[in-house]
């Protein structure tokens, strides 16, 4: 039941925001209420699950006898800390539109919402069809929101954003179809397994698009870069994270022999992204365009540990979702904060920041480590068990992703000195306030997350999975 | 019972929290005053620890406090927990002992610099994560620490953000160090993968007992040395280090002199069982230490920064330490880490009031005479030099010659050769060390030096009216809270080698050996042998210098030499050229021939395609968007009416 608590109120909220003729002040007001109460709906749940037992908060209505469809929610425990990266996310985002007041807010609000709202509703989903409708529910008010509210080449970036997310859609919706007709139902529990590469492949492209790993990315700097700095956190930190969910969720446990069969394949194209995310976001020109290129290697991390299917890759896939989440939906809060104040996130006009502004500095630098992830930060956590736990399947995997290590110090180093240190960019005046009291309200709650990961990352990694075995948990067979 | 060794640990976390955490709601002054007392804090945690080990049988003195698990995945656990034994404890002292001096001369030193809160509560978290490196009860806890002390050298170095050189050396310093953090990380991969867990006592039992093979143990240990090799500036990755004197000098004295920087003999001699299963690796240990005591002694004699020629010193002088590890000399190696942070810290700091005497200049060629205008500065500094050269009785002598006896009785090819470099390295250590005292201090006065011992005549007669500038002008020396830590630091330089005299008198070998076992013990006729070879060599190096400097003369004398060693043997240049610039330029191949012509290319046909097919470019743009959000919309509304109708 709460679950479906979880999935209605942001969307009813959605439809109220939109339908009640309120100021755009209590329109706002109104959408940060309902973003903050589903955190604490969420943070409830949270305290009454019982991380060893199973799919909870389960609610199945049976809606197409016939073909074995249902609506189908519950959480798991991996699912419930993704669902509540989103809620969180979602809810800081929201914060940040009514901090800059965005126009036409009912419009926005309401897709707000409704973003939220489905996301929650693909984390949630035990059936595959069910899946299928949040996933595409999800990618409308995105379409949208970037394709409205973005930057100067918006139209661009929606409509390639648009033809990607398009084409993995209907693979997917072709794979659904065949495997749920195949297995005479579409419940994600109770389906057996296939070991058909095609409708395997089709999943498989359809994450990869959505995460997006090589060669699938082509809308990936656009859509970060042009989006409006909200979206684009909920986008980076949240939406690429249903591609991990689905390949946890619906690849694994019913596709164990293609993925067994295709596993190099795999690991390799996460491995390349991994490494060609890195390198390309050093070059970068651009605050967002680091940030962007670096989520796309984070994204190949934490797909290779997601591909090796091992207890400890897994937990730490999950653990990494989450950091991913919570630290790229900062980095683009703050990168958003800059470009505000200096009306330009170009690299080489910025520069030189941190001079009078502290609690700018100390977030940003704060912020940006976590981005390289500096031992004893929760992101080390995760990268240190995902590489620990692709070691098993090939040491060069893991030994690329040492690699990997170095090239995210160089971005990560680059990142942060090119907002804050050297001489005063040609963009940067001088009179550029420190961070204000609203726009800390919005990052510190990421911050202290990631924070309290850090010096407990087993909160997650220990839980997402019932008693440590996950490999098989999620395959039926042990890794 | 480990109550005291927590309570060290954590000290400086809080400190370095509640800076933070105050922001400009405190004074400079008082963030000073927090960093400083939290490590004293850790250092009385650290005696109190000492002290109820010194009250228990030898073999009780190990214990493992676990608070919680740290991170759990699969089967795989690492405890947030601290291992408390003799050699911790030792490390423990050192690193809050010293940390604390240090901190708080910087209080002197650091007067008036902007943003000093923020450089307070670095050097707090610098302490915190290297007790954590020193305290760690696993590997991966240890490697936490491992990152946390690189991140701090990072934060330091760079502190002055606004120069580039500063932050262009912060950096190297960080991807140097991510780099043998990743070696590092590599080799603790494989250990999981065969072992399943990172807990020390496990792992040195399967590395003993045969449990794993010589290529899983070979490597591990390799990687274990890779990761020391850079923390530890040892070639081939030392270039950061002098590179790293850009940060504030009592950062230098700290961390790039008396702790940080050794850490990599710290984890040799931590990890001893692994690096004994894997004899090779030790050896090679050992012979990197020797190659880095010989060439960094050697560009030693030609640089003309004064804290660069300690940066080279220090490299130099852990060459002498990884080479006693290398040979299994546990308890030599840390004894010359002691002293060394004595007396290296000692010279940086003194070196320190000399650069701010002269009101920033690091150049020695402007500098000379000082010890008319610097008096106690000149005696601190003379002992801190004849220490570095290892006269006796001061520190450096006995832990120096120590390690090159326990070299000798190595015995075979490998243990004389290292013992010639050992003495080799004592005739360069002679001579760089008195060019550099004899050229600042000694002389007559330069310009420089005269210009500002009138300067500081008038700032001390205003001083005397000024209250809040009274401290930082009381004399031309610095003010208490800087000559207090130097004279402390003089004193331990001076008597500190006293812990331990090699065959006589042993407390701390005997302390360290319910720890760490050595491999080798030199028998008392090699230790004076030894001694006496050394302390030979150290004279030869000063007359060497002596007769050179005196004369105006440079050490080298051979431009061809001098400009190879001048280079620092080119290896940032070999660097640039294999490494750094095809890194850049792979990734600037990447963005411009394959991401920016595929990627976006493709995109813009695409476009043009659905452009053309739709006629008239902003309808279709609009018109595209609109049709497929209408249709996904519509698909979905139908969708949920079927399920609900159907059902």
């Given at each position: 039941m709460l679950t479906t608590l979880l999935i209605v109120l942001p969307l009813a909220s959605a439809l109220v925001v939109w339908l009640a003729p309120l100021s755009k002040e209590s329109t706002a007001g109104l959408a940060l209420l309902a973003?903050?109460?589903?955190?604490?709906?969420?943070?409830?749940?949270?305290?009454?699950?019982?991380?060893?037992g199973g799919v909870q908060y389960g609610w199945t209505r049976s809606w197409f006898e016939d073909l074995g469809i249902s609506y189908d929610v519950g959480f798991y425990g991996f699912s419930l800390w993704l669902a509540g990266l989103a809620i969180v996310v979602g809810a800081v985002a929201i914060g940040y539109g009514v901090w800059v007041e965005r126009e036409r807010a009912r419009a926005y609000y309401g897709l707000m919402l409704f973003l939220i709202g489905s996301v929650v509703g693909v984390f949630a989903s035990q059936d595959l069809l069910l899946f299928y409708v949040f996933f595409e529910a999800m990618l409308i008010p995105l379409y949208v929101l970037v394709g409205v509210w973005g930057g100067p080449r918006r139209v661009r970036a929606t409509l390639t954003f648009v033809l990607y997310t398009m084409a993995g859609s209907l693979l997917m919706l072709a794979s659904v179809v065949a495997f749920g007709i195949g297995q005479g139902t579409f419940s994600l529990l109770d389906a057996g397994q296939s070991t058909n590469d095609w409708v395997f492949l089709g999943f498989v492209v359809a994450f990869a698009v959505k995460s997006p790993l090589l060669p699938f990315h082509g809308w990936l700097r656009e859509a970060y870069t042009q989006a409006p700095p909200e979206v684009a956190a909920v986008l980076s930190g949240v939406v690429s994270?249903?591609?991990v969910f689905g390949l946890i969720w619906v690849v694994l446990p019913h596709f164990p022999e293609p993925v067994d069969d295709l596993r190099t394949l795999l690991l390799v194209l996460a491995a390349a992204t991994l490494v060609y995310g890195s390198l390309l976001a050093f070059r970068q020109p651009d605050v967002r365009g680091i940030v962007a290129y670096s989520s796309?290697?984070?994204?190949?991390?934490?797909?290779?540990?997601?591909?090796?299917?091992?207890d400890v890759g897994l937990d730490g896939a999950v653990l990494q979702s989450v950091n991913h989440g919570l630290v790229s939906a900062a980095m683009f809060l703050l990168?958003?904060?800059?470009?505000?104040?200096?009306?330009?996130?170009?690299?080489?006009?910025?520069?030189?920041?941190?001079?009078?502004?502290?609690?700018?500095?100390?977030?940003?630098m704060a912020t940006g480590l976590i981005v390289l992830a500096v031992p004893g930060s929760a992101t080390f956590a995760g990268e240190f068990a995902i590489l620990s736990g692709v070691f098993d399947r090939g040491w060069g995997y893991a030994a690329v992703g040492a690699g990997a290590i170095v090239l995210a110090a160089m971005y990560g180093l680059r990142l942060i000195s090119a907002i804050l240190h050297d001489a005063r960019g040609a963009a940067v005046s001088g009179d550029e306030p420190d961070l204000r009291a609203g726009e800390l309200a919005l990052v510190l709650p990421l911050l202290a997350v990631l924070l309290v990961l850090s010096f407990w990352p087993a909160a997650v990694s220990g839980t997402s999975f019932s008693s440590g075995d996950t490999a098989t948990t999620i395959t039926g067979s042990p890794g | 019972m480990t109550a005291g060794a927590w309570a060290c640990l954590l000290s400086p976390l809080v400190g370095a929290g509640a800076i933070t955490a105050a922001g400009t709601r405190i004074t400079r002054r008082q963030a000073g005053w927090i960093a400083t007392l939290s490590v004293f804090v850790a250092f009385a945690g650290a005696l109190v620890t000492l002290i109820t080990l010194l009250g228990k049988e030898a073999e009780d003195r190990q214990h493992l406090s676990v608070a919680y698990t740290w991170l759990e995945a699969g089967g795989f656990r690492a405890d947030a927990s601290i291992l408390v034994d003799p050699l911790s404890v030792v490390m423990m002292l050192v690193v809050s002992g010293v940390g604390g001096l240090i901190v708080w001369y910087s209080m002197g030193y650091m007067a008036g610099a902007d943003e000093e809160r923020r450089y307070f509560a670095y050097m707090a978290l610098f302490v915190f994560s290297m007790l954590l490196l020193v305290e760690a009860g696993n590997l991966l806890l240890l490697l936490v620490g491992w990152g946390l002390v690189g991140l701090a050298s990072y934060l330091l170095i760079g502190f002055d953000h606004h120069r580039p050189a500063a932050i262009a050396a912060a950096k190297k310093a960080f991807i140097v160090n991510a780099f043998g953090d990743a070696v590092m990380a590599l080799g603790f991969f494989l250990l999981i993968s065969r072992l399943g867990t990172l807990d020390f006592a496990p792992v040195f039992e399967a590395a003993g007992n045969g449990a794993l093979s010589d290529t899983v143990v070979t490597l591990a240990a390799l990687?274990?040395?890779?990761?020391?090799?850079?923390?530890?500036a040892q070639i081939p990755l030392h270039t950061w280090l002098p590179d790293a004197m850009e940060g504030p000098t009592p950062v230098s004295a700290l961390i790039h002199a008396a702790t940080m920087v050794t850490a990599g003999v710290?984890?040799?001699?931590?990890?001893?069982?692994?690096?004994?299963?894997?004899?090779?690796?030790?050896h090679l240990a050992a012979i990197l230490g020797a190659a880095t005591l010989l060439v960094a002694g050697l560009v030693a004699l030609v640089q003309q920064d004064i804290k660069r020629v300690i940066a080279y010193s220090t490299m130099s002088q852990i060459g002498y330490m990884f080479l006693g590890a290398g040979v299994g000399a546990y308890g030599f190696a840390i004894f010359h880490l002691v002293t060394h942070a004595f007396f290296k810290a000692l010279l940086f700091l003194a070196a320190g009031i000399v650069i701010h005497h002269l009101a920033g200049e690091q150049d020695i060629r402007r500098m000379g005479g000082l010890r008319r205008f610097l008096p106690r500065t000149h005696l601190a500094f003379g002992v801190g030099t004849l220490a570095l050269i290892g006269i006796p009785p001061l520190a450096g002598f006995w832990s120096k010659d120590a390690i090159v006896a326990s070299a000798l009785a190595t015995g075979g090819t490998l243990g004389i050769l290292l013992y010639v470099a050992g003495i080799a390295g004592a005739v360069l250590t002679g001579a760089y060390a008195l060019r550099l005292y004899w050229i600042v201090f000694q002389g007559e006065p330069s310009p420089l030096v005269l210009e500002h011992a009138a300067g500081h005549g008038d700032g001390h007669a205003h001083g005397a009216e000024d209250a809040a500038g009274h401290e930082a002008h009381a004399h031309a020396e610095g003010p208490t809270s800087m000559l207090l830590p130097v004279g402390a630091l003089t004193v331990l330089a001076a008597v500190g080698g006293l812990i331990l005299i090699p065959g006589l008198w042993k407390p701390l070998e005997t302390w360290l050996e319910t720890a760490v076992h050595p491999l080798v013990e030199a028998s008392v006729a090699e230790e004076w042998v030894t001694s006496g070879g050394a302390v030979l060599a150290g004279a030869v190096g000063i007359w060497v210098a002596w007769r050179a400097v005196s004369a105006g003369r440079e050490l080298v004398p051979w431009p061809h030499?001098?400009?190879?060693?001048?280079?620092?043997?080119?290896?940032?240049?070999?660097?640039?050229?294999?490494?750094?610039?095809?890194?850049?330029?792979l990734a600037a191949r990447l963005r411009d021939d394959v991401e920016q012509p595929l990627v976006q290319g493709s995109l813009d046909e695409i476009g043009r395609g659905a452009l053309e097919a739709g006629g008239g470019v902003a309808r279709a743009q609009s018109g595209l968007l609109r049709s497929y959000a209408f249709v996904v919309t519509a698909s979905v509304i139908v969708l949920a009416v079927v399920f609900l109708v159907v059902r």
């Open positions: 973003a903050l109460a589903e955190v604490g709906l969420w943070a409830g749940g949270v305290i009454n699950f019982d991380f060893e994270k249903t591609a796309m290697g984070q994204m190949g991390l934490i797909m290779l540990g997601v591909f090796a299917v091992t990168a958003g904060m800059v470009e505000r104040r200096c009306g330009t996130g170009d690299c080489s006009a910025l520069g030189g920041m941190a001079k009078g502004r502290p609690i700018l500095a100390t977030v940003v | 990687g274990l040395l890779g990761g020391a090799a850079a923390k530890s710290y984890l040799i001699c931590r990890t001893h069982p692994v690096f004994e299963a894997a004899p090779e690796v030790q030499l001098r400009t190879v060693l001048e280079h620092k043997l080119y290896f940032d240049e070999l660097y640039d050229r294999l490494l750094s610039r095809p890194a850049q330029l």
